[in-house]
């Protein structure tokens, strides 16, 4: 990761740092995951499968009110995977996830009374962490 202050932002929208729950629909299955950050053209999360790059996938979760403006309302995703990385790979009481970059092709809001399936949240520790991670 990169932290020089003087390096060239090349994000094409605004990028929200979130921790919030998703659901991940691919290949037949779902998997929970939680979101990193989230912009209009894309999300990086963290998952519990290894996805391959240019995989479609399905991503439900609650937009929060902050980014919406709004209420908070479960919205409905679809994209594709442009990067799946194991170096970004965090461990976690309940085992190991995969950071996965995807490009957003088009969303949906849902019916306030659709329910979007809700995970347990955790909080991510980097490599070289002193504390131990925590469920929330």
């Known amino acids: ?78 994209g594709h995977v442009l990067r799946s990385s194991s170096s970004a790979m965090v461990q976690i009481q309940l085992g190991e996830r995969k950071g996965v970059a995807v490009k957003l092709d088009s969303y949906n809001y849902l019916p306030a009374e659709e329910t979007v399936a809700q995970f347990a949240r955790v909080a991510v520790t980097t490599p070289g962490a002193t504390s131990d991670p925590v469920l929330r």
């Open 1 to 78: 990761m990169n932290t020089d202050p003087n390096r060239l932002e090349r994000r094409g929208a605004q990028r929200f740092e979130v921790h919030l729950p998703l659901a991940v629909h691919f290949d037949g299955r779902t998997v929970p995951g939680f979101i990193q950050d989230l912009s209009g053209r894309g999300v990086f999360f963290y998952a519990e499968a290894s996805l391959p790059e240019g995989a479609e996938v399905e991503l439900t979760f609650t937009m929060p009110s902050d980014i919406t403006l709004a209420e908070s309302m479960p919205v409905r995703c679809r």
